[in-house]
């Protein structure tokens, strides 16, 4: 019986597979350009991290957990998002005592049980940072010109920067106290979900898909009215520090996202090629979560880049590369001889880093010459009996058809000394 993927899966593999090592390549290069580092942590953890960090009334928390029990009794759930994992790493693994702020990057799965849909799947890909030990505005601005620079080296246009302060500490309290006022007289209107969230947190009930309670939520007050002097003052601060690196955005009172842990900034950068699922990447300050997984009180920003939208922005705006398979040469046979010439000098070029395929299945020359087409090689040259008498080979270009006959044993260095050969023998 044939067995399908998971729902909400994929199968990434050609010229797809291509483009995710492209993007995943970029998002590295632009990484080490700020000096952050790759952490890769379990792909399960316990379940009890996501309850503590992201929160017992949020959607991830509350529905989307894909946990298990294991033979030992343990409860663990499929990683649902990048940030708790990487502060329990930080912590567990004395990251502090890195040079600070400790920069950290990741690409890597999460899990959602959510409804599949364009742009929302049940596996899907984060390139995320995440910086630890800095409460200033200048490292926000930084981590959010991190973003930027990945999402403009991939040549993405159209992006809006949404940015929002959601206060902290005694600010949130007094807006928790106007929120839950303002929802307890919305009581009867509420579904069951949101009148269950608002005694655990008000803000989630802001995260409600039913349209109905989301009518009800329009005049609901916002937390930048809200907010402290001192957080104030670092909104402004990250302001004037992204006009200095000439990056827009726009001030969104009535982004709160979807997680417990955010402090201060939160920010999204969204787009117009993507459908409904408008968002790419999603961030914020989160000053409170180290030390509630058990640290000392640290400054922390970070952001999560969902990277199938990524690609989605890409292919709609026209900016995906063209994919070179990259293979230079079809080395051919006939004849037993010919096949192990074949065999040695294939063994050669690729010893000096040269891309070749040869002839694995005893095919005439007509379906070699077939297979060395539709592998896209750029050469190909077919070594046999007269070939190995002469001493000469000819070497056939796919795209042009040009052909030219050189030394066999010099067929090594007419490749090998390619510019592709350098730095790798
Ligand atoms: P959304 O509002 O779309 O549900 P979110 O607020 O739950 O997103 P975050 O947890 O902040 O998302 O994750 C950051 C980014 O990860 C999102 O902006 C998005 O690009 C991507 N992402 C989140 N959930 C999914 C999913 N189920 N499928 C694909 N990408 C996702
Ligand atoms: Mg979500």
Redesign the pocket.
């Known amino acids: 019986m044939a067995i399908t993927k998971p729902k ?1 899966t994929k199968d990434v593999y050609g010229d797809q597979a291509a483009l995710w090592q492209y993007i995943e390549k970029t998002a590295r290069e632009v990484a080490v350009v700020f000096g952050a580092q790759e952490i890769r942590t379990p792909t399960f953890e316990r379940i009890e991290l996501f309850r503590q960090s992201v929160g017992e009334a949020t ?2 928390v509350q529905k ?1 957990m894909y946990s298990f029990t294991d033979q030992g009794g343990r409860e663990y759930v499929l990683r ?2 990048g940030t708790a994992g990487t502060v329990r790493a930080y912590l567990e693994n004395s990251l502090y005592d890195l040079p600070m702020p400790a920069k950290l990057y990741y690409i890597c799965p ?1 899990f ?1 049980a ?1 409804r ?1 849909q364009e ?8 390139f ?1 940072a995440e910086y630890f030990g800095s409460y200033e505005a200048s490292a926000d601005a930084e981590l959010i010109s991190l973003a930027h620079l990945y999402l403009t080296r991939l040549g993405v246009e159209n992006l809006t920067l949404h940015l929002n302060s959601i206060g902290d500490g005694e600010c949130r309290k007094r807006y928790n106290d106007a929120l839950l006022a303002f929802l307890r007289a919305k009581e009867e209107n509420l579904c069951d979900l949101c009148r269950d969230r608002m005694g655990k947190n008000p803000m989630r009930v802001l995260d409600c898909k039913n349209p109905d309670c989301q009518e009800h939520l329009t005049d609901a007050p916002v937390p930048l009215d809200y907010i402290s002097d001192e957080a104030r003052e670092h909104f402004e601060q990250l302001q004037e520090n992204l006009k200095i690196l000439d990056i827009s955005f726009v001030i969104n009172k009535s982004i709160v ?3 417990d842990y955010y402090t201060r900034t939160v920010f ?2 969204t787009s117009d090629d993507l459908g409904s ?7 914020g300050r989160y000053d409170k979560l180290v030390e509630k997984n058990g640290g000392q009180p640290t400054g922390a920003v970070g ?8 690609l989605i922005i890409l292919r709609n705006q026209g900016k995906l590369p063209a994919i070179d398979k990259g293979i230079e040469l079809f080395i051919g046979h006939m004849g037993d001889a010919g096949a192990l010439k074949a065999l040695e000098m294939a063994n050669c070029l690729r010893k000096k880093g040269i891309s070749v395929i040869t002839d694995l299945g005893a095919r005439g020359v007509k379906a070699q010459m077939k297979y060395a087409n539709k592998a896209e090689a750029k050469f190909a040259a077919i070594i046999g009996d007269s070939e190995l008498e002469k001493g000469r080979v000819t070497v056939k270009s796919m795209a042009s058809g040009k052909e030219t006959e050189i030394e066999l044993d010099g067929l090594v260095s007419y490749f090998g000394n390619s510019q592709k050969a350098k730095g790798f023998t």
């Open positions: 909400g959607d991830i989307e649902p998002e999460n959602r959510e599949p742009g929302r799947y049940r596996e899907f890909y984060q995320g996202r979807g997680l999204e950068f699922q408008s968002t790419v990447c999603g961030g952001f999560g880049m969902g990277m199938e939208r990524l």
